[in-house]
């Protein structure tokens, strides 16, 4: 059984001769109730302490516990974002090189087209030279011809052809005239 402080005070000694003094076991009775008292308040206070800490303690541990899956969690999607992004950017870079290949392969063939549009165009200045020339000498020909046949030298047109003309042979026959 349990005592409480009412029980210490009020507990009564049997008296016997040469017993203890009355009034100094009194005293000494309310002084150890009252301690007693003042302990057990305290205990009571220290358990309702323990109590609240107990709680603390378990709302602390859930929170830790939510916090680590919490870190656990981010730390997936960090490592899911990581691997996204290096996926994304393997990608970005394959299709760049694609993309490149295609500009290069673009560039060649058209570098091709123009290497044989300036060939058959060098082909096509030969060919109108040699005609331009076959021409001319065919146009002296007739000229010469014609001095030959007694036309008037008087006309003075027929005169300016022949003379451009015969000028136009001494050059290409000298050489001197560069853009033929």
């Known amino acids: 059984m349990r005592l409480t402080p009412l029980d210490i005070q009020n507990h009564r000694f049997a008296s016997r001769l040469k017993g203890y003094d009355a009034q100094e076991v009194l005293d000494f009775q309310r002084m150890v109730a009252h ?61 760049a090189e694609v993309r490149a290949e295609k500009i290069l392969s673009a560039a060649q063939t058209s570098a091709n087209r123009l290497s044989d549009q300036i060939r058959e165009l060098k082909a096509l200045r030969g060919r109108l030279t040699n005609e331009i020339r076959t021409t001319i000498e065919t146009h002296l ?29 001494q050059s290409r026959d000298t050489g001197t005239d560069g853009n033929l």
């Open 35 to 95: 301690d007693y008292e003042s302990m057990l308040h305290e205990n009571e206070s220290l358990k309702d302490r323990l109590r609240q800490l107990e709680d603390r303690v378990k709302e602390l541990m859930g929170h830790e516990q939510m916090l680590r899956e919490t870190i656990i969690t981010a730390q997936s999607m960090s490592e899911d974002l990581k691997r996204t992004a290096i996926r994304e950017s393997e990608m970005m870079v394959g299709q």
């Open 141 to 169: 020909a007739l000229v010469d011809a014609l001095a030959t046949d007694g036309v008037e030298a008087e006309d003075p047109i027929v005169q300016g052809k022949v003379t451009f003309l015969q000028q136009s042979q």
